[in-house]
């Protein structure tokens, strides 16, 4: 039956394949990978032979309808992103969009994101939060952290390990320096480390101790 599939990737362990996302990819007619290079590593590790083709932030405009109509037209197609779920800060969302729009069935995988384990292990209050993915690089940045300086909930971003400390300094000025904040970084991977305590004190942390790897920071909403 022709299906849009969304399929999660490992963010680091390749432990965290689901069975049925490898039955799915080597079923499937057609998979959209983020970058064929990164993605064949993973498809060899698990004797995937499907036929990939590239689908990143750069052409995903210009191929939508024609991926669209190939569903249509009978045929499974999966995506996936170099790691995690796709359309989490990562290409998806377009395609995924305009499936819904046209009445294609779509079926997103349950399966790695990076966001939901640094949550989980921040010990900072899970019951609500709000997801921010990247900030704003330049334009918007001010505006954004001023209305999330009134934000209650939890708070999640993911960032680039050089822009950390930056990140977190901006932190200070509109959260405050007192405000309890956890950094996760290369999360299911070799050197996988959290690190928690007070915006200050995280920074503090970080100016001495340059960062690698993905990040994602969770800070607690204001009281």
Do not use: W
Not at 92 to 113: H, K, S
């Amino acid at each position: 039956m022709s299906k849009l599939y969304l399929v999660p990737t490992p963010i680091g362990n390749l432990e965290d394949m689901t069975f049925r996302a490898i039955r799915v990819l080597k079923e499937a007619d057609l998979i959209l990978a983020e970058d064929t290079r990164t993605s064949g590593k993973l498809l060899k590790h698990y004797e995937i032979t499907t036929q990939m083709m590239s689908h990143h932030m750069h052409n995903e405009h210009q191929t939508v309808g024609s991926l669209v109509r190939r569903i249509q037209a009978g045929e499974v197609i999966a995506v996936i992103s170099d790691a995690g779920t796709p359309a989490i800060s990562d290409p998806g969302f377009l395609l995924t969009r305009a499936c819904v729009e046209a009445g294609v069935e779509v079926d997103c995988l349950p399966g790695a994101t990076a966001f939901v384990p640094a949550l989980v292990n921040s010990g900072l209050p899970n019951d609500r939060f709000v997801f921010e993915g990247f900030l704003p690089v330049k334009k918007g940045r001010q505006t954004r952290f001023m209305a999330l300086s009134e934000e209650t909930r939890t708070m999640i971003f993911y960032e680039s390990p050089h822009k950390l400390v930056k990140t977190l300094g901006h932190f200070v000025e509109y959260f405050g320096e007192d405000r309890s904040v956890s950094v996760s970084r290369e999360i299911t991977k070799l050197h996988e480390e959290t690190v928690r305590g007070t915006v200050k004190e995280v920074l503090d942390h970080y100016s001495k101790k340059a960062p690698k790897g993905e990040i994602v920071i969770v800070v607690a909403g204001k009281k």
